[in-house]
């Protein structure tokens, strides 16, 4: 029965696809059975959608009159840094990027009201940016201030750039210590006192296709409200962890590196994101659709958050301190219940990532599909597998001598 | 004249152990009724109370509050949420101190409970978009 996409595209196309989001395909099959279900269902889409701080936005913003030269010189966007070590009016501006005045952590815990994550969030919102920037000056380039508005309608090229986004599961953050922490997971409560998680379970894209059987290089998702591409495997890529009998990842694993035209995307899913004590970062939501190509695919889709299990994780000294120590595993489908037990004790859950805008994006993508909107892509190449024999590795630290 | 009004108290930490309130039962024949307890992060420790009893029993009462050091606010600062700002994430649930956020069964939308929020702040800088805003 194994389908292909230009078979699933045809059918889009005369608009007879069957769509189901990742979280109604687990009814569907139980109630039809694999075989008759893997016949009838093309298309499976999943979502996400949290905060990604490997997030950031390439820009050109057009030539001055005389020429400037921006590369190697120094830009700021309404006082937020932008990185200029690029051709001469190339930017990239990345999620976690603070004015050079934010107060950052000084009085302890820092706001980080407003950083790059939230350029990107104006800039996709339509509004005005200041631009200020300073440069040496060449014969061909020979501007050296420029103080001016850009505005995204403007520009000449605004492009999502991810280089790590919706990873395939991600750990439970909890305190065993006896002082509150601010962390990117959250404010952490003394004594166990809660756990922060952030993953949409089993309707997280790469937990839908454990093995990336599907997923790949040139795959068309939804990205920020728009239209986007998987660009590459994530970095930290990490495809050799602990798995569950049927595939799951057990700790954190893939990830996507994706990037798609930031003109046609939307503010509602690109929100600037500030973490107390920790920083900027900005919540991305993507969505990507499954091509049921064979029972296989198929019966990856059918994951429940009973059978995705996430480690629970101290982020007062394990985590900082780079031990691999994990306190115990829970399912996000106790995570989502609100209270997980953990050494024995109930411990209040509160997750970063938002599952009910996760359900929207799987149902705006399904949408997409059967309205004929969004054809699906083969991807070009596959993301790294198990056999690629790709490890997460910590930096080898060599100490520099005179 | 009787009155009975609800205030929100925040002792220091060195404070938090001393018998306060029962004082004000002994000392100055005040009724109470505890609203919420609970010790922020801060180690503060946070009361709400519903006070009640004579008007010139009460404002002694107060004053021996202010003198402890104890601060005191009136439940009239609003916290509202911006609903085109919120995300539905949930990490404000664990946060707040009195439960004024709970989940849909269903949906797992986050809802918002003016009423039970004492406008401690504690939300303000803790939710991510920051959709939750303070009012004076
Ligand atoms: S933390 Fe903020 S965005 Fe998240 S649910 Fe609470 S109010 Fe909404
Ligand atoms: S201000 Fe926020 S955290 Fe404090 S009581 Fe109100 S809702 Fe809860």
């Known amino acids: 029965m194994a389908k292909t996409i230009n078979e699933i595209n045809e059918k889009i196309n005369k608009g007879e696809a069957v769509v189901v989001t990742a979280n109604e395909i687990i009814d569907f099959v139980k109630e039809k059975g694999i075989e008759k279900a893997a016949q009838e269902v093309d298309v499976v889409t999943t979502g996400t959608f949290g905060p990604m701080c490997s997030s950031s936005a390439y820009i050109n913003v057009g030539h001055t009159s005389p020429r400037m030269k921006l590369g190697g010189g120094r830009v700021l966007l309404n006082d937020v840094p932008a990185y200029t070590g690029l051709a001469a009016v190339d930017l990239l501006i990345g999620a976690t990027a603070i004015p050079d005045d934010d107060p950052r952590n000084k009085i302890h ?294 | 004249m009787a009155v009975s009004k609800r205030i929100v108290l925040r002792f220091p930490g060195r404070l938090v152990d001393r018998p306060i309130v029962s004082r004000l039962v002994r000392d100055y024949n005040l009724d109470f009724n505890i609203l919420k307890a609970s010790v922020t992060p801060e180690e503060e420790g946070l009361l709400v109370l519903e006070l009640s009893g004579k008007q010139s029993d009460y404002d002694k009462g107060i004053r021996y509050l202010t003198e402890t050091g104890v601060r005191i606010q009136a439940l009239s600062q609003d916290v509202t949420r911006n609903e085109e700002r919120c995300t539905h994430c949930g990490a404000c649930l664990t946060i707040c101190p009195t439960g004024a956020f709970g989940r849909e069964l269903q949906t797992l939308r986050v809802i918002f409970d003016n009423e039970k929020c004492l406008a401690c702040g504690l939300c303000i800088k803790t939710c991510p978009p920051r959709a939750m805003e303070l009012h004076f």
């Open chain 1, 109 to 402: 815990p820092g706001e980080f009201n407003y950083g790059g994550g939230h350029i990107i969030e104006d800039l996709v919102a339509g509004n005005d940016i200041r631009l200020e920037a300073t440069a040496y000056g060449t014969d061909c380039y020979p501007k050296r201030k420029l103080e001016t508005w850009i505005n995204i309608s403007d520009i000449n090229d605004a492009v999502l750039f991810n280089m790590r986004n919706a990873y395939q599961n991600y750990n439970v953050a909890v305190n065993l210590s006896e002082k509150t922490i601010y962390t990117y997971m959250g404010m952490l409560k003394p004594n166990l006192g809660n756990a922060s998680y952030s993953s949409a379970g089993q309707l997280s894209p790469l937990l839908n296709d454990p093995y990336y059987r599907t997923i790949g290089i040139g795959t068309k998702i939804f990205l920020g409200g728009g239209i986007g591409f998987v660009a590459w495997h994530g970095t930290q890529h990490n495809p050799n962890v602990l798995r569950t009998e049927n595939g799951v990842p057990r700790r954190s694993a893939g990830t996507l590196a994706v990037m798609g035209d930031l003109k046609q995307m939307n503010q509602r899913w690109l929100v600037g994101t500030s973490m107390l004590g920790y920083g900027c970062t900005i919540t991305v939501g993507i969505g990507v659709p499954i091509p049921i190509l064979s029972e296989e695919v198929l019966q990856y889709t059918t994951v429940t958050d009973d059978d995705i299990l996430a480690p629970v994780v101290d982020y007062s000294r394990a985590y900082p301190q780079m031990q691999p120590d994990v306190i115990d595993e829970v399912s996000y489908a106790q995570l989502k219940s609100g209270q997980i037990t953990i050494q024995g004790k109930k411990v209040a859950t509160a997750s970063l990532s938002s599952y009910p805008r996760a359900v929207e994006i799987a149902s705006t993508l399904k949408e997409w599909i059967l309205n004929g909107k969004f054809l699906l892509t083969d991807p070009v190449a596959p993301l790294p597998g198990i056999e690629s024999g790709i490890t997460f590795r910590p930096l080898k630290e060599r100490p520099i001598e005179d």
